[in-house]
């Protein structure tokens, strides 16, 4: 295994289902701190990327390395979340019954706490990263509301916050904005930018607009392979990607 300062570092990973490869030799670095656009057409591979970054799916070839250490190939998907990779569905998974606020308590508590959360008040700590979790995700003014009358966007924003509560090194997210209004696009890019100041980050998104507002570096996948990488305008500017998009 390669030793690298990089805290997810990807070579050489093929998938193939029946004989079609839906990674095809991938390589992707990404810097501890650093958060990173993954955009390309349906059928790319950005979900199996995840899939196979979180263990879903198991490469036929290839490293994929965290933190400089652990090989990921090897391991199921239990141990890679206590590792540290933290993963956002698109489709949100909030307690309906239960308020903003015990929702992201539950998260902290670690999910397995329901007696605790109950029964005890939170501790300091757990009231201060309340708070802030809260304000990263702008919903302090939501925090008594059920999660079931929450809007879309706003449950999107509350998972986000979920996953931040249990700190994971590093955050995916597929597909934060689908199915959200322009002002929640907007907001979702603010989200993230702030969660980025303390995670790291790779997200997947067809929005162009959202992946504008990120302002972070972009991979381009193109059936299973990098096709180009670089600032939005870069990529948008690369021949090759203009053709994959205009051949759709
Ligand atoms: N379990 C599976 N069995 C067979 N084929 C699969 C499987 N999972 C993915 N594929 C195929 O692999 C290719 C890549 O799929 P993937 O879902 O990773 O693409 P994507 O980039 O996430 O696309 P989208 O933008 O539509 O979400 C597709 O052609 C898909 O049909
Ligand atoms: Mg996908």
């Given amino acids: 295994m390669r030793s690298t300062s990089a805290l997810l570092y990807l070579s050489g990973v093929t998938v193939s289902f029946d004989g079609f490869k839906a990674l095809n030799n991938l390589s992707l670095l990404i810097e501890p ?8 057409p349906n059928g ?3 979900t199996t990327m995840m899939d196979v970054i979180t263990g879903k799916t198991r490469p036929d070839t290839g490293e994929v390395v965290f933190d400089g250490q652990a ?3 090897k391991l199921d998907e239990a141990s890679i979340a ?4 933290g993963r956002k569905f698109q ?3 909030v307690f309906e019954n239960h308020t903003v606020r015990d929702n992201l308590l539950l998260a ?12 005890a008040a939170p501790t300091k700590a757990e009231n201060e990263r309340l708070e802030e979790i809260l304000s990263i995700i702008r919903m302090g003014p939501q925090q008594h509301m059920l999660g079931a009358r929450l809007s879309h966007g706003q449950k ?16 995916l997210v597929d597909e934060p ?9 907007e907001t979702t890019a603010q989200v993230l930018r702030e969660v980025n100041k303390s995670h790291s980050v790779v997200v997947v998104e067809h929005d162009m607009s959202f992946v504008r507002a990120l302002g972070v570096k972009v991979t381009v996948l193109h059936e299973g392979s990098t096709l180009a990488e670089g600032s939005l305008d870069q990529v948008s500017a690369d021949p090759r990607v203009v053709e994959v998009y205009l051949g759709r």
């Fill in 91 to 93: 489709k949100p998974t």
């Fill in 177 to 185: 904005v689908a199915g959200m209004t322009d002002v929640e696009t």
């Fill in 44 to 46: 790319a591979g950005k």
């Fill in 71 to 73: 090989d990921l190939t």
């Fill in 33 to 40: 701190g650093e958060m990173r656009a993954i955009i390309g």
């Fill in 156 to 171: 999107q924003w509350l998972e986000i916050g979920m996953l931040l509560a249990q700190n994971p090194k590093l955050m």
């Fill in 108 to 119: 902290l508590a670690g999910m397995r706490s329901w007696y605790r959360l109950l029964t």
């Fill in 82 to 85: 206590t590792l540290g990779i």
